[in-house]
């Protein structure tokens, strides 16, 4: 019994220590995503929505100054082009003219699907993706799922209250990061189960 017991032991401090290790890298890679390159030649912007209105403001900004077309996926059923001009502080026309508002995602898996379907009916695979930092990871690996052709160009936006890295000084970004590096594990997982001979 106290074999058992011990095996058990190290069995979970070796796990609670690969978790860790394993949740510091992933908060490195948010960290990194706060301060953006540039943006690289793209024939589309998309962002995906969250808690954060930074998020679409930052999209809206980029697409004019790139002059490129937007979908910004995820927006609530029944958002309308003056509630979206009204939140990136532009005119209405704006998002009318250039402005695709995509309604059918509830989730970043959904997120992928939308933004995916929308890319190949416009004709674009170079898409600039707008987030958050510690959301980018997971962003990517759903678009990439459901876009495999896609080349997509990371712009992130920081909306924690501190950078990444600096998680443990705040209680609500630490709780952010937790539970986003859960969800990236878990659609991993989840990629891993339902196609299982890509060995992802």
């Not at 989730?107 to 959301?135: C, L, M, P, Q």
């Not at 980018?136 to 997509?152: I, Q, S, T």
Request: proline share 4%; net charge negative; glycine share 4%.
């Amino acid at each position: 019994m106290r074999f058992v017991l011990r095996v058990f032991v190290i069995v979970l401090a070796a796990a609670l220590l690969l978790a860790g290790w394993d949740f510091s890298r992933f908060v490195a890679r948010a960290d990194r995503a706060v301060s953006p390159d540039p943006p690289v030649e793209a024939e589309a912007v998309a962002s995906l929505t969250g808690a954060s209105d930074a998020r679409i403001i930052s999209a809206v900004q980029l697409a004019d100054s790139l002059d490129l077309p937007l979908l910004i996926s995820g927006v609530n059923v029944d958002a309308t082009p003056a509630d979206i001009a009204r939140v990136a502080k532009v005119d209405v026309d704006q998002i009318d003219c250039c402005v695709t508002l995509g309604k059918a995602a509830a989730s970043t898996e959904g997120n992928g699907d939308e933004v995916a379907d929308w890319a190949r009916r416009n004709k674009v695979d170079r898409i600039i993706v707008v987030t958050s930092e510690y959301h980018m990871e997971r962003a990517l690996f759903e678009l990439k799922r459901a876009m495999p052709e896609g080349h997509f160009i990371p712009h992130a936006v920081m909306t924690t209250k501190v950078r990444p890295a600096d998680w443990y000084r705040d209680t609500s970004t630490a709780k952010t990061l937790i539970e986003e590096w859960i969800k990236y594990r878990l659609a991993g997982l989840r990629n891993a189960a339902l196609n299982p001979e890509s060995g992802t």
